[in-house]
């Protein structure tokens, strides 16, 4: 682990009874009191309801509920009306058990354990004479609904993303892996936010080793707030500070499937629809789900195109400075010609130029994400075509140059993962800079250097360039080209040391060996 | 969990395939033609050929020693204190081999590349690279390799088509005519390039966990490297003839430089300039590695950013006494054809000491 | 601070660092005898490009021939710095031309030179001129891309006719180098001047210098002993020295038609192949069996000749006879100038290297003494599709 990873990540600490013993005091049986006590500690909340209710047998009970965070109708019906209709003397658990329509209940007498129940969206009911609270679990938060995903949206397959709600998600993932295999456990963080955060795998499949990690690394997170996974995943991470996404985020439910199935963890948090698979490796961020429903030989040449797109991406700007500005022999004749004509009255160095023409551009790009939809399409077009036309036609920049750098742009949104973007669009400057102190030298050595940190990398462990360095023939074929799935028969061997028979076809194939049996018997 | 992979046997042999073709691939046609002619190609063949008995003997060694560090290892062949001496002996010969093809890798982009830019500065931003890869281990440094070859590869083949069709067959006549004593020497100065693979193989192998064919897949990475080498005099000889190709102490380049195919593709050293890096990355790091793991087995207090470090600063040292390349050249052949060539003798001595003298010790053969 | 000295990097350009618009690019130089002795003449052909947005076509190309003296190439570059606003920059060079005058009193000297220099590649065309090297650089057709494109362009057709054997810097360094070869490098000559008194000047493709368009043509070859030109070959020895050597397999000849003595049989080879035997015996003498083997298609057939009824015959043996008798010409004037540009020798070399080696000192004079015989067999292969020729009425 990266020294400076350390920071953030202290000896586990015990978090509940560090909010526990904030308020004093327990449940003392008198309703008037406890009611005080409980708003008192509760006090500045706007939203919150308070009611007290008669039952028939003359018992004073109050409830205690956040509006708009519980379902008012079972809140009437399922607890108000009993209540009222109420003639015995029950004792509390009966109350709960036999009395009330509610899904789920529990027992507390501690106001800040029915402080927090009550953050969380239960009805809280205490009563006259008992020194006990009910908490009753008929929360009901709206949330958005499943949509497709924006940021990893395909063409084929399934479109379905993960939202906001923990359960639903989980829900989600059981109808998928439909298997009491699938597990998930439970672990709650931020002091304050007190999210639930669910730690999926599969057993069978997954090393212990990993997931025992994966729980030790979570419950050492001390911090008082999470928004989602995607904030976690930085403290997961070996390498906080690396530039490489260590740990891919994904919120489209067959992808993580299809992780957990490989043997992998993945870490979901409530309030956040993004899925931390663990462990990554670096040539899964040119794979798209897509290739899998596409015949072999269309997915190859698209992760072809991709694969171009990504080497394009880094590498193009420093490859063109360092040859029209240190190795011109290598530049053919008539190329070199139309570029020095090109060039000819732009009165900045080409370094400079280059810089100045990518900035433009990644503040376009910058720019238009943030914007609504028909605005940002105004703004690419104003940005990309009158700009780079304007800025030619008045000798500021020289064509050539719009050219790579717009090709250098368009081939960074090759990659189907939205998180490695970013980094492929940071890349390219410090290449550009190598090569533009080296030329080609400047350009090796940033690779070689790049190469250096990418090999030493790793993602929980395992080494990030995976199927690359160390080599594995088959998962370094299907990097460049999609092979036949027969051929990927077995899971990655890294992740699943027990358990590497995914299926079971070997040729002839299913189809063809019924045709052969049916022209045999006739 | 800390460490699932250490280095493994296709990682080792491809490391000693890359090492054994290193840096040589630049010089080898301007080396063996001035002496044997159009049988250059043959010189450099035989020159590879002839070691791998020798490639048996060090798999035989790595066999007898416990796996997991290159110290440990030879103080198992050799005990404690001849075995220090022994590593430092390795470590002489490899710093001093490194430290000159750090000055070539520098001094051949300044001559053919970037005439400006001091030589010495280049050479430096290598040495960064090879600390830096020193620093994470040997394992990070062969993986770095796996990745770079993967690179290469590309390079390569674009560089072989692209000279293929400038080929004259008959360039390559006569075959022998220069006779059979001038062959052998010109095999004599090859033989200790196929040496330094060997003995990285030797290093490799004691990091490898399943040796079992070790023997067979070294010298078929070492045969593969001299087997590329030849291909390459043969091409060079073929496209430039031998009258060019003895003019030049780096016919590779001009080979590159001349072949011209179609309008397009004449700057065909677009492709040899990455290469050159990355072999001189790949030389020169196995040089250090091994250097720093040799001073490592001597004296275990060498921490590790001090002992890269230091170890920068030697190479540094070593690679600024040269001026000139020829002088480079010429280095890297004196210390070939001395502290290499006495490796032939070295290694079947050291197997020979060690069988006898752990006979009796039936435990090391079975760790394996 | 970081930001600043990574910024003065980038502005200031580090060491190697070169705008390409800091460049010309010479696409041709030419070497001649300087005005006094031990002296070269250097001339340089920079095409500067054409200006944005104007089409690259004839109208806007322009050309530049700078000369200068030096007491050797190396110091011609650096004088040429003082001459040009721009870096002259010679990885692009195309072609070398060698003035008649330099080239008849020896090429070794600025060979090392072009050698020594980095930036010219080996596969630099080499070309001697007939007259002085600077005259050829000047003309331009107008039909290149740009005029110095047009002798580069000129030598991508040489591979389809046989006027020329392409030679480049490898093959003149491999040549001098090595026993029992010589040069023979294709002559640049230019057309004569189409201006008569009274003509305007043509509008388009006036160069800088205001000079009306002229040709350079290659139709003869230079041949070498040693490294001194010493005997043209005219165009028709030419394209028989060229298919001698393989440069090209393609040609026409011209035979009288073998039974109409006013008319003429035109054929075009569709294929040539040489082969050499040598003996030697114990004085020394070689002898040397030249078979050559061609396959051949009618063109054109002038007077009368029935195919159906004579077949081919006539003309195989007319065509082996006149094809025999010209190599044997060829032959005779190699011997006369004692330059083997066939390369027997270094055949004798690469097929028999321990009888080479007790020849290899004294080649040349033995060369003259070699008795050469040869021998062509001819053979029509097609006619197209015609039977029988016209016969214009009597």
């Known amino acids: 682990m990266a020294p400076k990873g350390k920071r953030f990540l202290k000896k586990p600490t015990p978090l509940h009874q560090k909010t526990r013993a904030v308020p004093e005091g327990c449940l003392t049986g008198n309703l008037d009191h406890d009611s005080n006590a409980l708003k008192q500690l509760i006090r500045d909340a706007g939203d919150l309801e308070y009611r007290l209710v008669y039952t028939q047998g003359h018992r004073h009970v109050a409830l205690f509920y956040y509006a708009d965070m519980v379902n008012l109708t079972l809140v009437s019906r399922g607890i108000i009306h009993p209540l009222q209709q109420c003639a015995q003397e029950l004792d509390i658990a009966h109350i709960a058990q036999s009395l009330l329509n509610v899904p789920a209940y529990k027992q507390a007498r501690e106001l800040a354990r029915l402080a927090e129940a009550l953050a969380e969206g239960s009805v809280v009911l205490l009563f006259q004479g008992l020194a006990e609270a009910l908490i009753l679990g008929v929360s009901q938060i709206e949330h958005r609904v499943i949509e497709r995903s924006e940021s990893e949206d395909v063409l084929m397959g399934p479109h379905e993303s993960f939202s906001e709600q923990l359960g639903r998600n989980l829900a989600l993932m059981r109808s998928r892996l439909a298997t ?64 490489l996404p260590l740990l891919r985020i994904t919120e489209r439910p067959s992808r993580v499937a299809g992780a957990l199935m490989e043997g992998r963890v993945v870490v979901l948090a409530d309030g956040d629809p993004s899925a931390i698979i663990i462990p990554t490796f670096a040539a899964e961020y040119l794979q798209s789900s897509e290739d899998y429903l596409e015949r072999p030989a269309i997915a190859s040449f698209l992760r072809f195109i991709r694969f171009g797109g990504l080497i ?95 090709l250098t742009g368009l081939s960074t949104f090759t990659q189907p993962s939205v998180s490695i973007l970013g980094p492929l669009r940071l890349l390219k400057y410090p290449m550009l800079v190598a090569s533009s102190i080296f030329g080609l030298f400047g350009l090796m050595w940033a690779l070689v250097f790049m190469v250096l940190q990418v090999v030493s990398m790793r993602s929980f462990g395992y080494p990030f360039m995976y ?29 699943a040391g027990q358990n590497q028979q995914r299926m079971n076809i070997t040729p002839p194939y299913p189809g063809k060996g019924e045709q052969d049996g049916q022209s045999r018997k006739s | 969990m800390d460490n699932p992979v250490r280095v493994n046997l296709f990682q080792g042999a491809i490391a000693v395939f890359v090492v054994t073709i290193g840096t040589v691939f630049f010089p080898v046609a301007g080396v063996v033609v001035p002496i044997v002619g159009q049988a250059g190609w043959i010189a450099v063949l035989l020159g590879f050929l002839i070691p791998l008995p020798w490639v048996f003997m060090a798999a035989a060694l790595v066999r007898k020693g416990p796996i997991g560090e290159w110290g440990q290892s030879v103080k198992a062949w050799l005990g404690p204190w001849v075995g220090r001496v022994f590593l430092l002996y390795i470590a002489f010969c490899w710093a001093w081999l490194g430290g000159l093809l750090l000055a070539q890798g520098g001094m051949v982009f300044h001559n053919i590349a970037l005439p400006a830019t001091p030589p010495w500065i280049m050479s430096f931003a290598l040495l960064i690279l ?106 060079t000889l073929g496209v430039l003839g031998r009258g060019v ?124 | 601070m970081a930001f600043l000295v990574l910024g003065g990097f980038l502005l200031c350009g580090c060491w190697d660092q070169q705008e390409i618009t800091e460049l010309a690019a010479v696409t041709g130089l030419g070497l001649d005898p300087g005005s006094r002795p031990n002296t070269i003449r250097m001339s340089v052909q920079i095409s500067p490009p054409s200006p944005a947005g104007a089409a690259g076509g004839v109208g806007g190309s322009r050309l530049r021939t700078i000369t200068v003296e030096a007491a050797s190439l190396g110091e011609a570059m650096v004088l040429l710095q003082s001459r040009t606003r721009r870096e002259p920059f010679l990885q692009h060079l195309g072609y070398v031309v060698f003035g008649e005058e330099l080239a008849k009193t020896g090429i070794a000297g600025v060979i090392a030179g072009l050698q020594g220099s980095a930036t010219v590649r080996g596969s630099v065309s080499v070309f001697v001129a007939a007259g002085t090297a600077a005259e050829v650089l000047q003309a331009h057709s107008g039909i290149g891309h740009t005029p110095g494109q047009d002798v580069v362009d000129l030598l991508g057709n040489m591979s389809n006719a046989p006027v020329g054997r392409s030679v480049n810097l490898n093959d003149v360094i491999n040549t001098l180098t090595v026993h029992g070869n010589e040069l023979a490098i294709p002559i640049l000559e230019l057309t004569p001047l189409r201006l008569e008194a009274g003509d305007e000047k043509p509008e388009v493709g006036v160069g800088i210098d205001d000079e009306p ?22 165009p028709y020895l030419t394209q028989v020295f060229i298919n001698l050597v393989g440069a090209t397999k393609s040609g026409t000849r011209t035979i009288p038609n073998p039974v109409d003595p006013a008319g003429k049989v035109v054929v075009e080879y569709e294929s040539f192949s040489t082969s050499y035997k040598a003996t030697i015996n114990d004085s020394r003498i070689v002898e040397v069996q030249l078979q050559v083997k061609i396959k051949t298609r009618i063109l054109e057939i002038h007077g009368t000749y029935d195919l159906r009824t004579l077949g081919f015959d006539p003309i195989n043996s007319a065509l082996s006879q006149g094809l025999a008798s010209h190599i044997e010409e060829l032959v005779v004037i190699l011997k006369e100038h004692q330059s083997d540009a066939l390369g027997l020798g270094q055949m004798i070399s690469r097929t028999r290297p321990k009888d080479w080696s007790k020849l290899e000192s004294d080649w040349n004079e033995l060369f003259t003494r070699t008795d050469i015989k040869v021998s062509v067999s001819a053979q029509v292969m097609a006619t197209n599709v015609i039977n029988k020729y016209f016969e214009i009425k009597r």
Not at chain 2, 213 to 232: D, K, P
């Open chain 2, 130 to 235: 090879v600390v830096l890869a020193d620093m994470r281990g040997v394992e990070v440094y062969v993986r770095s390799i796996e990745l770079l070859v993967m690179v290469c590869l590309p390079f390569v083949t674009a560089f072989y088509l692209a000279i293929l069709p400038t080929m004259q067959l008959e360039n390559l006549q006569p075959l022998l005519g220069d006779g059979p004593i001038r062959l052998a020497h010109a095999v004599y100065l090859v033989i200790p390039w196929a040496m330094e693979g060997i003995l990285f193989g030797l290093f490799i192998g004691t990091h490898i966990k399943n040796n079992k064919r070790f023997g067979l897949t070294i010298s078929l990475a070492v045969f593969g490297g001299g087997a590329a080498l030849a291909l390459l005099t043969a091409f």
């Open chain 2, 245 to 368: 190709t003895e003019t030049y102490l780096y016919p590779t380049v001009e080979l590159a430089q001349t072949a011209r195919v179609g309008f397009f593709l004449q700057g065909i050293e677009i492709f040899l300039y990455p290469l050159w890096f990355l072999a001189s990355y790949i030389k020169t790091g196995a040089a250090f590695v091994v250097v720093s793991e040799s001073l490592r087995g001597v004296w275990a207090g060498a921490t590790q950013p001090y002992r890269s470090l230091a170890l920068g600063v030697l190479f540094f040292a070593v690679s600024q006494v040269p001026n000139t390349v020829q002088q480079v050249v010429a280095s890297l052949g004196r210390v070939d054809s001395t502290f290499f060539m006495a490796f032939y003798v070295i290694i079947p001595a050291l197997l020979l000491w060690v069988s006898i003298a752990r006979k009796g010790d039936p435990n090391q053969s079975a760790n394996s």
């Open chain 1, 312 to 406: 394009i991406s880094v590498f193009l700007p420093g490859l063109w400075h360092a040859l029209v500005s240190f190795h011109h022999g290598i530049i053919p004749p008539p190329l070199f010609n139309s570029i020095v004509a090109g060039r000819e009255g732009v009165p900045l160095p080409t370094v400079v130029e280059m810089i100045v023409l990518l900035l433009t551009y990644d503040i376009i790009v910058e720019a238009s994400t943030r914007m609504p939809m028909r605005i940002g399409q105004a703004l690419g077009i104003v940005g990309g075509i009158i700009l780079g036309q304007a800025a030619v036609q008045a000798g500021l920049v020289s064509p050539a140059m719009v050219i790579i750098v717009s």
């Open chain 1, 467 to 495: 199927p690359l360095a160390p080599f594995r023939w088959r998962g370094e074929l299907d990097i460049f080209i999609r092979i036949p799935l027969f051929w990927l028969s077995k899971r990655p061997d890294l992740l």
């Open chain 1, 180 to 243: 009491p295999a699938f597990k998930n456990k439970f672990i709650t963080l931020g002091k304050v936010s007190r999210s639930k955060v669910a730690v999926m795998f599969i057993d069978g499949i997954v090393s212990e080793d990993l997931v025992a990690e994966v729980e030790e690394r979570l419950l050492r997170i001390d911090i008082d707030y999470i928004s989602g996974a995607g904030h976690v995943s930085e403290l997961l991470s070996d390498e906080p500070t690396a530039v």
């Open chain 3, 213 to 234: 368009y002229q040709e350079v043509l290659v139709a003869r070859t230079a041949l070498f002993s040693r490294d001194k030109w010493v005997q043209d070959l005219d």
